[in-house]
């Protein structure tokens, strides 16, 4: 009889000591020095960029951005980019935590076995999900800021943003069809996230995946609770914020920028959505920073 192939195990005391909260975050480029192993605690991976391939339990995948994996205790795997050329990284988000949070959260939500049964090793030795909405990449990211920042109440933030994760991928799992209906809304996703600056018409999202428009709308509704408009309208003021907080460009070229060229119309929307003008929003944010700077 073969005896099993061991691999390295990587501890969780490399990421937190015995006074520590037991979670930890980081943003990954892989490459090939990491060889495969496993570890004694629980992993969350998200594909945040690129293409590659993850060595699993006993699979070679090839993944994508909004890839998702839970890594349970003993199942060995390592992601490898395609090649080693500049542009061509893979970029991994990875939630480590120990498995003693699932017991703290099955204190704060009890009752919730199945959802916490992911962590757990089954047949395959592991859990895949595709990201859909972004829904996936939206926590993920939070995740990461909350342990990167470490503000008050990180420990709190961090277990309810775990939880949600761990909800949504078992929703996902559960859906049935609808779910499988609101993934198709993936090409939609992504083209208005790369075209938001440019006009966008509805005929152009509906023949992504091959639906009507008028299905394509309900279905969109459904998924984010906003219609296609609003959702892009969303999406141009919270680029014109990020340009506000972080460049010097004027309100004009930042209209510009996110997808308006009738400035009444971004003044007005502006007002509507954040409830103070582009001029306004730009000065708390410098008064904000100066307060925090000489308090």
């Not at 909800?167 to 996230?193: C, T, W, Y």
């Not at 938001?196 to 984010?224: D, H, M, N, W």
Request: with cysteine; hydrophobic share 35%.
């Amino acid at each position: 009889m073969k005896e099993p192939r061991s691999h390295p195990v990587l501890q969780g005391n490399i990421y937190w000591n015995e006074d520590q909260f037991p979670l930890h975050v980081n943003r990954e480029k892989e490459a090939f020095s990491l060889p495969l192993h496993c570890h004694d605690f629980v992993e969350i991976n998200f594909v945040a960029e690129g293409r590659g391939m993850h060595y699993i339990a006993e699979d070679s995948l090839e993944v994508k951005r909004g890839d998702l994996f839970i890594i349970p205790t003993g199942t060995a795997h390592v992601y490898r980019p395609l090649t080693e050329r500049n542009g061509n990284e893979l970029i991994v988000y990875n939630c480590l935590f120990a498995p003693e949070l699932i017991e703290r959260l099955g204190i704060a939500f009890p009752a919730q076995d199945e959802v916490f049964s992911q962590t757990t090793r089954g047949e395959r030795g592991y859990a895949s999900f595709s990201d859909r909405n972004d829904e996936y990449r939206t926590l993920m990211q939070s995740l990461y800021r909350e342990h990167v920042l470490r503000l008050p109440g990180t420990e709190a933030a961090l277990l309810s943003l775990l939880m949600q994760l761990l909800i949504s991928m078992h929703r996902n799992d559960k859906g049935g069809e609808e779910s499988l209906s609101l993934r198709q809304l993936s090409p939609v996703f992504e083209h208005i996230a790369v075209h938001y600056q440019e006009p966008i018409a509805l005929r152009t999202l509906a023949g992504l995946v091959s639906l009507s428009i008028p299905y394509l709308q309900r279905l969109f509704k459904r998924a984010t609770g906003q219609t296609i408009v609003e959702y892009i309208q969303n999406l141009r003021i919270e680029k014109s914020c990020e340009l506000l907080r972080h460049t010097e460009f004027q309100v004009q070229e930042i209209a510009y920028l996110s997808g308006y060229k009738d400035m009444k119309f971004f003044h007005r929307l502006f007002k509507k959505k954040t409830g103070t003008s582009p001029h306004q929003y730009r000065q708390s944010v410098l008064n904000q920073t100066l307060n925090n700077l000489y308090p």
